[in-house]
T-cell receptor, first 113, second 111 residues
Framework: NAGVTQTPKFQVLKTGQSMTLQCAQD?????MSWYRQDPGMGLRLIHY???????DQGEVPNGYNVSRSTTEDFPLRLLSAAPSQTSVYFC????????????FGPGTRLTVT | AQSVTQPDIHITVSEGASLELRCNYS??????LFWYVQSPGQGLQLLLK??????LVQGIKGFEAEFKRSQSSFNLRKPSVHWSDAAEYFC?????????FGTGTSLTVIP
């Protein structure tokens, strides 16, 4: 079991560029989520999914898109990167929806210049 | 929206000393509460969780937490801290499909 994997580990983008952060889990978990972690602000939920084909917004969704075409994968897309999106991004999964414990990936450190 | 407050940004303790990390939450119903630990450059790992029942919950690595509804608190404790406990600790509350995290407490352990 690889658990939750994220790629890339590090990324530098220029303002206006687009990219996709990849997240995959091999635990057949129903629920997946994306967070951003900023100094002094803890983790904030960006988007989440309660199953294939179902996504919803979290606390800070602006500037990000997600899709969930399979149970395993939950990519996060930045359509036009901004310096305010410089952050560490974590993907997490949970066996099912409804406030159960989450398993986190190792994170992606993104810098937008 | 729900909120989680961790009033201590940074705590320093000596190895072998006891530890208490504070967490207060704002939530209308019975909360689902979690404590996670993050080592430098790593993702978060679940220490323990409270859903219902016994208000004193045991977790991994010798940690425990007590849910006090009257104080809206869920403080994390450890009787004797080890150097390897140095990390960042996050309290979180689950509200349906959404989770809210505190801003974290950074723990330094002095040998």
């Amino acid at each position: 079991n690889a658990g939750v994997t994220q790629t890339p580990k590090f990324q530098v983008l220029k303002t206006g560029q687009s990219m996709t952060l990849q997240c995959a889990q091999d635990m057949n978990h129903e629920y997946m989520s994306w967070y951003r972690q900023d100094p002094g602000m803890g983790l904030r939920l960006i988007h989440y999914s309660v199953g294939a084909g179902i996504t919803d917004q979290g606390e800070v969704p602006n500037g990000y898109n997600v899709s969930r075409s399979t149970t395993e994968d939950f990519p996060l897309r930045l359509l036009s990167a901004a310096p305010s999106q410089t952050s560490v991004y974590f993907c997490a999964s949970s066996p099912r929806r409804g406030s159960y414990e989450q398993y986190f990936g190792p994170g992606t450190r993104l810098t937008v210049t | 929206a729900q909120s989680v407050t961790q009033p201590d940004i940074h705590i320093t303790v000596s190895e072998g000393a006891s530890l208490e990390l504070r967490c207060n939450y704002s939530y209308g119903a019975t909360p689902y509460l979690f404590w996670y630990v993050q080592s430098p450059g790593q993702g978060l790992q679940l220490l323990l969780k409270y859903f219902s029942g016994d208000t004193l919950v045991q977790g991994i690595k010798g940690f425990e937490a007590e849910f006090k509804r009257s104080q809206s608190s869920f403080n994390l404790r450890k009787p004797s801290v080890h150097w390897s406990d140095a990390a960042e600790y996050f309290c979180a509350v689950g509200d349906g499909d959404q989770f809210y995290f505190g801003t974290g407490t950074s723990l330094t352990v002095i040998p």
